[in-house]
Structures are given as C-alpha cells and as structure tokens.
C-alpha cells in the first residue's frame, strides 16, 4: 500500500509496526506494510471479511482453509536443512534454484542460509 497514513491507521488498530519497502525503481511511490501472522490474521480477516467484495472474500476463504494451527504439522515445519558442510559443497556444482527445489525452500531463503554459513 501506498499511502503511509492509512498502514499507519491500520498499524495502530492492530497494535503492530509497519514498514517502509525499498522501491525496486527510482520513479515508484514509496510503499508500507504491516505484516501479521497466525491466529492473529485469521482473527482479522474474520473481522475484514463482510466488508470486502467477492473477489476479497474468495481470497480470505482460501487463506482461512490453508491456515492449520498446528505446530507439528509438516505444511507449518521448517525447512529440512542439509547439513553447512553439505549446503556449502552443493552451491560449488548448484545454482541457487536448483539447491533451492532440492531443499524445498524459496531460492532467496537458500542463498540467505548459505551466505550466513560463508560468513561466519
């Protein structure tokens, strides 16, 4: 979103911080957002839901029904983390895409993960 008075509104309601985005390009607008997580986001698109559109309400729906609460189930687990040793000798032969679809991860998460190895 774009306009920082309205994030901020939206900020104080929900008692959280909200962010400035670098913008990707010189001419763009700066961006903000808040970021909530969990049962705390459920709990609020419960709240936002009749005050949006079908289109909105759709994607809500779909957000609620992928939400499981459960900690231990393997949709909400983290990512099975080879070991540094191992992570290290896969970004000699590997892109970052390719050690990334191995691990199961976003390439960002696993260029991230790698890179803190390298610079310990």
């Known amino acids: ?7 901020h509104r939206v900020a104080n309601l929900a008692g959280l911080q909200y962010s400035r985005l670098k913008a990707r390009r010189k001419n763009w607008k ?4 808040v970021v909530l997580r969990g049962a705390s986001a459920v709990k609020w698109m419960l709240a936002l839901r009749p005050l949006m559109g079908a289109r ?5 729906d779909t957000a609620i029904a992928a939400y499981n609460p459960n900690p ?35 390439h960002t998460s696993a260029k991230r993960r ?3 190895i390298t610079n310990t």
């Open 1 to 7: 979103m774009v306009d920082e008075d309205v994030i």
């Open 30 to 33: 700066p961006t903000f957002r």
């Open 72 to 106: 231990g189930h393997p949709c909400n687990r983290r990512y099975a983390w080879p070991t540094n040793g191992k992570l290290l000798e896969m970004r000699r032969t590997m892109s970052w895409r390719q050690i990334a679809k191995q691990i199961g991860c976003t």
């Open 56 to 60: 909105r309400q759709a994607q809500i």
């Open 114 to 116: 790698i890179l803190s």
